[in-house]
């Protein structure tokens, strides 16, 4: 996913969206200890978008404290 589309997800969107992605990681992963992977760049991508949604998380969450 791009920025601004992660920019768009509400709260919740961005939990269920980053829980689908670490389900979807983990059955990446073990299929991979399977066989070898057509496309190896899944991977990278994949931890990158867990990585933007949950800093955009974060964010919201810092927004709502009043820290940011």
């Known amino acids: ?17 980053l829980k689908e992605l670490e389900e979807r990681l983990a059955d990446i992963n073990f299929f991979r200890v399977i066989e070898q992977p057509q ?5 990278r991508n994949s931890r990158r978008d867990i ?17 940011v």
């Open 51 to 67: 990585a933007r949604m949950k800093n955009r998380l974060h964010q919201l969450v810092a927004a709502e404290a009043g820290l």
């Open 1 to 17: 996913m791009k920025k601004y589309e992660i920019a768009a997800l509400s709260k919740q969107e961005l939990t269920d969206k």
């Open 39 to 43: 496309n190896p760049m899944v991977f």
